[in-house]
């Protein structure tokens, strides 16, 4: 299956980035450098890999797609983000443009999986939040098993992005990048509740894990 990923997307012109999105993320890496410093830690884990992937991270605030754009500058990450936003006409516009994926989190939404999968299947880099929405607690709480079915399926890298807190003027953010978590003893099992289900406790501890390489305050 890589490698099929991989011939798709040699056989296929290179998808420029959104205008919004070229323009934007230098603007903000600014930010980050100064007046809402951020720590990214681990970033070889992302560096070292070419699209397509999956990029994960735990979902806090708005800003978390941004954190997580900035953590992976070459490529284009295609966003997953509960359909409700889509109502707002300005959301949706801006949301449309950068390509981001609606999906219906209280029910089993087939078009947005679909969707999920041409994004990997096509080269690019699809960015997930596996709780479905936000929670203040940094760590991972309630995971949608969705996300599971999609990482099993695609069989790309699952990197893990760990954002430990807010930001905030002048207070550092510390967002550190895992290892890509390991998929191969799963895939094997094939796209089932058990295999879903150890990938989402396996999907836990890694962030557990991440956690613990936080910084005493």
């Not at 953590?71 to 889509?86: D, N, S, T």
Request: proline share 6%; charged share 25%.
């Amino acid at each position: 299956m890589r490698e099929e990923n991989k011939q798709t997307q040699l056989s296929q012109p290179k998808e420029k980035k959104a205008i919004i999105y070229t323009l934007g993320l230098p603007l903000v890496s600014g930010l980050f450098r100064t007046f809402l410093p951020v720590k990214y830690h681990g970033l070889e884990h992302i560096s070292s890999l070419d699209a397509p992937f999956i990029l994960m991270g735990n979902h806090t605030t708005m800003l978390d797609p941004v954190i997580m754009a900035v953590a992976a500058p070459k490529e284009q990450i295609r966003f997953v983000g509960k359909k409700e936003l889509w109502k707002c006409k300005p959301f949706a516009w801006f949301a449309n443009h950068l390509r981001a994926i609606p999906v219906d989190r209280h029910n089993t939404d087939m078009e947005a999986m679909r969707a999920c999968m041409r994004v990997v299947r096509e080269g690019h880099v699809l960015g997930i939040f596996p709780e479905g929405t936000r929670y203040h607690n940094g760590l991972m709480t309630e995971l949608e098993s969705g996300v599971a079915m999609i990482a099993l399926r695609a069989k790309v890298p699952l990197v893990p992005v760990y954002i430990a807190g807010r930001l905030r003027l002048f207070r550092r953010l510390h967002v550190y990048v895992g290892k890509p978590i390991m998929m191969d003893d799963l895939q094997e099992m094939g796209v089932n509740t058990d295999s879903c289900k150890l990938l989402l406790g396996r999907i836990t501890q890694t962030y557990a894990a991440l956690d613990a390489q936080r910084p005493e305050d």
